[in-house]
């Protein structure tokens, strides 16, 4: 299915003059380029769904949290669509569904999920809340790794798969786990983003540091992780033997109640900027706020912004299964030498905003 907005146009002239908080080192100035979701749910798509046993109407209450890559020419998002299983937010069953588009915008929405529970031998991990919130990136060779949320029902688990063709993917399993299976970090685990960089084209490919993969990873704290074949994840340690713990939720701020982590990360000049959402305890709205994280040393971070650089202010991100307001941002791509990012509003649809660099100058 193809759906069309009208492009409003992006202009320097908008975004240079644009309210958004700022610093030298950040992303930034997000202008959004239209003034509606750029994907919402759609009560027609249906799919033989094996763990109902029949059609299900997947994307038919709520499209949100999507990720975002670029193949072939493209920007692909893949998103977490919810049935109408259920009523409230986490009780219905996700599937993650696949949209592209050639100007960042106007979305072809393939007709039936990319992932989804199935008989596969997941079904202890993913049954029945199913595949949630999903972040990709992609290596220099043309791998992509979806971190995402399995959902049973008791417990988040933070779990990866891989594709080479964004359609097809093969589940790995839980994230913390050694070679032999062995679990090595056994709480609640959510939101994963994998450390990136611009190559030579000006495409997002995941990046290595000391030889090893580096990712930030948590929802009531950011905390960093490493792996050798970005299947395997280690959870860094402090000295107490407990996760680490490099930034949490502030007392008083837009980030009061969660700080958790958006889309890849970004190697920079200045160091790592990791996008975040952070939940305030006093009106309940997601908001994305920007750290900058020491190159050398992924356990420092080194400037954080105190008020949100982007936040709900059209209708559709104010009002739907979330009501208190959500830009939920998981999908960050760089496309036509432009950045595209891609963030759920009010747990409902999909939108997207761009930032300029040509602007910033």
């Not at 950040?26 to 027609?44: H, Q, Y």
């Not at 417990?155 to 050694?178: C, H, I, M, P």
């Not at 609640?188 to 084209?201: E, G, H």
Request: glycine fraction near 8%; hydrophobic fraction near 35%; charged fraction near 25%.
């Amino acid at each position: 299915m193809k759906r069309f907005f009208l492009l409003l146009p992006v202009l320097c002239a908008v975004a240079c003059n644009s309210n958004s908080v700022s610093s030298d080192w950040t992303l930034g100035p997000f202008v959004r380029p239209v003034s509606e979701a750029v994907i919402t749910p759609d009560t027609t798509a249906v799919f033989d769904c094996p763990m109902a046993g029949g059609p299900v109407k997947w994307m038919e209450s709520d499209t949100f949290n999507p990720a975002a890559t670029t193949k072939d020419g493209k920007i692909c998002v893949l998103f977490r669509s919810e049935d109408n299983s259920a009523t409230g937010i986490g009780k219905r069953t996700s599937r993650i569904g696949y949209a592209e588009t050639s100007d960042g915008v106007t979305m072809t929405i393939a007709p039936e999920p990319v992932m989804y529970p199935a008989k596969d031998g997941f079904e202890d991990l993913d049954w029945t809340g199913g595949d949630e919130d999903p972040r990709i990136a992609k290596t220099e060779d043309g791998l992509y790794v979806m971190l995402y949320t399995s959902w049973n029902r008791s417990n988040a688990r933070l779990s990866v798969a891989t594709s080479r063709d964004l359609k097809t993917w093969e589940k790995q399993g839980y994230a913390f786990q050694d070679e032999n299976g062995n679990l090595l970090y056994e709480g609640w685990s959510k939101s994963a983003s994998i450390v990136t960089k611009l190559d030579k084209n000006g495409d997002l490919v995941i990046d290595k540091f000391n030889g090893k993969y580096l990712m930030f990873w948590g929802e009531n704290f950011i905390n960093p992780a490493t792996s050798d074949d970005l299947i395997h994840w280690t959870p860094m340690l402090g000295e107490d033997g407990e996760v680490l713990k490099i930034f949490s939720p502030r007392e008083g701020m837009f980030d009061s109640a969660l700080t958790e982590c958006g889309p890849p990360a970004v190697r920079t000049k200045d160091g790592i900027v990791l996008i975040y959402n952070g939940k305030s305890k006093e009106n309940k709205s997601y908001c994305a706020g920007q750290l900058l994280i020491d190159a050398k040393d992924p356990t420092k971070v080194l400037a954080s912004l105190d008020e949100p650089f982007f936040k709900p202010e059209l209708p559709f991100e104010k009002s739907g299964q979330y009501v208190d307001g959500t830009v939920f941002c998981e999908g960050l791509v760089h496309f036509d030498g432009k950045w595209f990012l891609y963030y759920g509003c009010a747990d409902s649809m999909v939108g997207v905003a761009v930032f300029d660099p040509s602007c910033k100058k």
